[in-house]
């Protein structure tokens, strides 16, 4: 689940660009409200980036299989990727 919410569909990293990529179409006395939100949306980014670093820091390759995280533990690691 914090995988999903790290950079998913609707996780933090969408729902950042979404707010920045929104700038260019409303009216501009709202602009800068809009960059403060998603620049808001990063920092909740790396607070779930920081969650799943210490949950999975000490996992052995065996249990992130059985986490359901083997395909991105072949693939990435234990680095965070989106």
């Given at each position: 689940l914090?995988?999903?919410?790290?950079?998913?569909a609707?996780?933090?990293?969408?729902?950042?660009?979404r707010y920045l990529n929104q700038r260019y179409t409303i009216p501009?006395?709202?602009i800068?409200?809009?960059?403060?939100i998603g620049t808001e949306e990063f920092a909740h980014l790396e607070m779930i980036?920081?969650?799943?670093?210490?949950?999975t820091k000490d996992a052995t390759?065996?249990?992130l299989e059985d986490?359901?995280?083997?395909?991105?533990?072949?693939?990435?690691?234990?680095?965070l990727f989106y």
């Amino acid at each position: 689940l914090l995988m999903e919410q790290y950079g998913g569909a609707d996780g933090e990293l969408a729902a950042a660009l979404r707010y920045l990529n929104q700038r260019y179409t409303i009216p501009d006395k709202v602009i800068g409200l809009l960059t403060d939100i998603g620049t808001e949306e990063f920092a909740h980014l790396e607070m779930i980036a920081t969650m799943v670093y210490k949950m999975t820091k000490d996992a052995t390759p065996r249990q992130l299989e059985d986490a359901g995280l083997g395909p991105h533990f072949v693939a990435h690691e234990k680095a965070l990727f989106y």
